[in-house]
C-alpha cells in the first residue's frame, strides 16, 4: 500500500480544500492523479494545488469533444506526480474562465485549445490564431468530431498582413520603436516560424511568436488510423527526436492496454533513445557555434555526429527516423558484436568531449557572445512553465528521466545536469555535458542488458480508458496523452512537443538584448527555432521595409 | 558536344542553393545541413548554400506544403532570377506522403510550382540528395547544349 500513499495524499489534500467541487477523483497508476471538477471550480482547483506545490508546471491543456460537451483537462506536473484536473463546458457555450492570471504559461495551450476545438476562453490577454492560418473560416474547428474538411476555404497568406505590437509608440526622447519582422523562410534549417520584434535602436523590446507555418493536423491524422499504425506517424511529428515521440506514444497505448514489455526491450529503448539525445545535442551545439560565427566547432561537432547516425542506422536500419520502438516492445535486437562497437565508438566521442567542454570553457568568442546573454531566471523558469535543458540551465529540476522514470531509466545511474546561471551558456553546457551523460547510460545499458525476448504480440483492439505518458526527449518533457474507445482507432491523442512549452520563454530572454544577438538566444532555446535567416525590417513611421540576410546581420553584430 | 555558353557552363560547375521548409518534419532539413559538413562536403561540387532566393539557381524544398505556407513557397520561387530550378526532397515533398490527406496540407511541391527532380526516401540519405542533384545537373547540360 505504501506506493500508493502519495497520490492518496494529493487526492486528500485537494479534497479538504475544495470539498464538494470535487466530482470524481481516481489514480489508475503510479504518479498519475486524475480529478473531475465542477463547471466553473478549475480556477479553484488549480490555485489550491499552487498552493500544495508551489513549483507546480502546467504540461498542457487537452480539449476532447465528447458529443454534447467538450471536455477540458489541465495536466499539472507537481514534482511528484501528474495530476490532471477536469471540468467541462458545453459544446452549444463553449466558454471557460481562463487560468493565465494564475499561470502565465497557459497563454499558448488556451490559443491552441481556441483554434483547435472552438473553446473562447474569458478574460484570456490575446485568444489570437497560434496554430491556423489566419485566413481559416470563421466557427470551424477541426478537432472537433462532427467538423467537415469541406467548410475550408481558399488559401490565403496570413503573413502579408502588416504587423503590429500594441500601437505605433513615440518614446518620450523622440525615438520610435521598430516593428522587425523575423522568418517564416530561413535557409539554413529547421521549421519555418516568424517572430515579430520590437525595437528601440538596437534594443529588443518586445517579441511575439507566429507559429503554425508546419502545422500539419496530425492530432486528428491520427484519429483516423488504427494505433499501430499511429506508430508511424508520430515518429514523423518530429526528424530530431523522432524516437522520443515514438517511445512515448508506445507508452501510452501499451499503459491503456495493460501491455508489460518485456526487459529487454525496456534497454534497448533506453540505448535508442540516448543515441537520439546525443545525435541532437551534437547538432544543436553545432549550430550554436555557427551562429556566432564559429563555423569550425559547427564541423568539428557535426562530424562527430555522424558516428552517432552510424550506429543508430546499424540498430535500428535507418539513419534518422529510427522506427525502433513498436507497441509490445522493439523492432530488432542488439547483437553482442554491435554493443561492442557502439561501446567502443563511444568511448572517443567522450574524449572528444573533453575537447569540446575546453572550447566552450575558455574561448574567448563563447564567453563574450553567451555569458550573461538571454537570461531566465529560477522564478520566471517555473512561472512560464519552460521544461528540458531550458529549465535545467536556470536550475529547475525537471529531467523526466529522474523524476518520473521509465524504460530501464529507474535502475540506470546517472546525475541530473543543472545550472543556476540560466544565461545562454548555461543552456549549451548542461546539453554538453548530458551527451557525458548518455554515453554513460548507454555503456551501462549494453553492460548490463537482460537476456529474452525483445517483442510481444499485442491486440490491435485497445480497451477503453485513457493514459497519459512523459519522457524527457532531447528538448525536453514531451507528453502524449492517449484515449480509446474500445475500438482499433483511437478516440483522441494529444501531443505536447517541449519546443511548444519553451517558446514563450523566449520574450523574457530576449528582452534587453541587441539585435545581433536575436539568433543566437533564439538557437539555445531550441534547435527547432533557428529561423532567423532573412529578416524584414519596418520602419513603423514610413512604413518603409528593407531586408537583411543573415550574414548581414552577423557583420552588424555587438562588438565586444 | 556543342558549345554552350559561359553563364550556362558557370552553372553547372557551381549551382547555388536556397533551402525551404514548407512544413517538413526536420529530417529531411537536417540531412540537407548534413551535406555541407566533412563527410559529405558538397561545396567541393562547387554547391553552395545561399541565405536570400535571388542568389540561388536552385530551390531544394522539403515538405508538404501546409496551407500556411504555400503562397510563401511561390513568393520564394518567383523571387528566383531566371533560369531557375526545383528539386522535391523527400517523400513528403514528391507527394505528401502520410500527411497527404491531412486538413492542412496541400500534398507536394508540385501542388504549389513546377518540380524537375524528385528525391524520394524518408528521409533521403544525403548520398540521395547529391545523386539528385547531379541528375538536374544533366537535365541542365541536356538543355544547354
Known amino acids: 500500500m505504501k506506493t500508493t500513499t502519495l497520490e492518496e495524499d494529493i487526492i486528500s489534500t485537494l479534497k479538504g480544500m475544495l470539498g464538494e467541487s470535487i466530482l470524481e477523483s481516481k489514480s489508475p497508476r503510479l504518479r498519475r492523479v486524475y480529478i473531475s471538477v465542477k463547471r466553473k471550480a478549475h480556477r479553484r482547483a488549480v490555485s489550491a494545488l499552487l498552493k500544495v506545490f508551489p513549483s507546480t508546471i502546467l504540461s498542457t491543456i487537452t480539449g476532447i469533444d465528447l458529443g454534447e460537451t467538450i471536455e477540458i483537462n489541465y495536466h499539472f506536473w507537481c514534482g511528484k506526480a501528474e495530476v490532471t484536473i477536469r471540468t467541462n463546458v458545453p459544446k452549444s457555450k463553449p466558454e471557460i474562465e481562463t487560468i493565465t492570471d494564475i499561470i502565465p504559461g497557459a497563454s499558448l495551450y488556451e490559443r491552441e485549445v481556441h483554434d483547435l476545438l472552438g473553446v473562447r476562453f474569458i478574460n484570456h490577454p490575446n485568444l489570437a490564431k497560434l496554430l491556423l492560418p489566419e485566413s481559416w473560416p470563421e466557427n470551424s474547428y477541426p478537432l472537433r468530431k462532427d467538423w467537415n474538411p469541406k467548410q475550408m476555404g481558399e488559401i490565403h497568406d496570413s503573413s502579408e498582413k502588416p504587423l503590429t505590437i500594441g500601437g505605433t509608440r513615440t518614446e518620450t526622447n523622440g525615438g520610435t520603436l521598430v516593428n522587425v519582422v523575423v522568418g517564416p523562410q530561413h535557409p539554413a534549417l529547421h521549421e519555418p516560424e516568424r517572430f515579430l520584434f520590437k525595437l528601440d535602436g538596437e534594443i529588443v523590446v518586445d517579441v511575439e511568436p507566429r507559429l503554425g507555418y508546419a502545422h500539419r493536423g496530425i492530432e486528428k491524422a491520427a484519429e483516423h488510423l488504427m494505433f499501430f499504425q499511429d506508430v508511424h506517424l508520430v515518429e514523423r511529428v518530429c526528424g530530431i527526436c523522432n524516437v522520443a515521440h515514438t517511445t512515448c506514444f508506445c507508452q501510452a497505448v501499451e499503459a491503456l492496454g495493460g501491455i508489460e514489455i518485456p526487459p529487454r526491450a525496456k534497454y534497448l529503448r533506453t540505448i535508442v533513445h540516448e543515441l537520439n539525445r546525443i545525435h541532437s545535442h551534437l547538432l544543436l551545439l553545432g549550430i550554436a557555434g555557427l551562429e556566432i560565427g564559429f563555423e569550425s566547432l559547427f564541423q568539428y561537432l557535426w562530424r562527430d555526429r555522424e558516428t552517432v547516425l552510424d550506429l543508430t542506422e546499424k540498430l535500428t536500419g535507418n539513419r534518422v527516423m529510427a522506427e525502433y520502438s513498436t507497441i509490445g516492445g522493439v523492432r530488432r535486437d542488439l547483437t553482442p558484436t554491435l554493443g561492442d562497437e557502439i561501446k567502443r565508438k563511444l568511448r572517443k566521442i567522450k574524449e572528444r568531449l573533453d575537447f569540446y567542454r575546453e572550447v566552450f570553457q575558455s574561448d574567448p568568442t563563447i564567453e563574450l557572445r553567451t555569458k550573461g546573454i538571454g537570461v531566465l531566471s529560477k522564478e520566471n523558469a517555473l512561472k512560464l512553465c519552460v521544461v528540458g535543458p531550458v529549465a535545467r540551465g536556470s536550475g529547475v529540476k525537471s529531467d523526466v528521466r529522474k523524476h518520473d522514470p521509465y524504460a530501464a531509466y529507474e535502475e540506470a545511474p546517472f546525475e541530473e545536469i543543472l545550472y543556476k546561471d540560466g544565461d545562454s551558456w548555461s543552456r549549451l553546457m548542461v546539453r554538453l555535458d548530458e551527451v557525458g551523460e548518455s554515453i554513460d547510460i548507454i555503456t551501462w545499458a549494453i553492460d548490463n542488458i537482460p537476456s529474452g525476448p525483445y517483442r510481444i504480440r499485442v491486440p490491435r483492439r485497445m480497451p477503453e480508458g485513457e493514459s497519459l505518458s512523459r519522457v524527457e526527449a532531447p528538448r525536453g518533457e514531451l507528453i502524449h496523452y492517449v484515449r480509446g474507445n474500445g475500438t482499433v482507432y483511437p478516440e483522441r491523442v494529444k501531443i505536447r512537443s517541449p519546443t511548444l512549452a519553451n517558446i514563450i520563454s523566449f520574450r523574457e530572454m530576449i528582452r534587453g538584448c541587441y539585435i545581433a544577438d536575436i539568433p543566437a538566444v533564439l538557437v539555445r532555446l531550441d534547435p527547432c527555432f533557428s529561423c532567423t535567416d532573412r529578416m524584414v525590417f519596418i520602419d513603423e513611421k514610413s512604413g518603409r521595409r528593407w531586408v537583411w540576410t543573415m550574414n548581414e546581420l552577423k557583420a552588424r553584430r555587438r562588438d565586444p | ?145
Open chain 2, 1 to 145: 558536344m556543342s558549345p554552350i555558353s559561359l553563364s550556362k557552363w558557370a552553372r553547372l560547375k557551381s549551382p547555388w542553393i536556397l533551402h525551404f521548409n514548407s512544413g517538413a518534419c526536420n529530417a529531411c532539413d537536417i540531412e540537407v545541413v548534413a551535406l555541407l559538413t566533412p563527410r559529405y562536403d558538397v561545396e567541393r561540387f562547387g554547391i553552395l548554400l545561399k541565405g536570400t532566393p535571388r542568389h540561388a539557381d536552385v530551390l531544394l524544398a522539403t515538405g508538404p506544403v501546409t496551407r500556411q505556407t504555400a503562397l510563401r513557397l511561390k513568393r520564394i520561387y518567383e523571387l528566383m532570377p531566371e533560369p531557375k530550378f526545383v528539386i522535391a526532397v523527400g517523400t513528403c515533398a514528391s507527394s505528401g506522403a502520410p500527411f497527404k490527406k491531412c486538413y492542412n496540407v496541400l500534398g507536394g511541391i508540385d501542388k504549389v510550382i513546377p518540380v524537375d527532380v524528385y528525391v524520394p526516401g524518408c528521409p533521403p540519405k544525403p548520398e540521395a540528395i547529391i545523386y539528385g542533384v547531379t541528375k538536374l545537373l544533366e537535365k541542365i547540360r541536356r538543355a544547354a547544349e
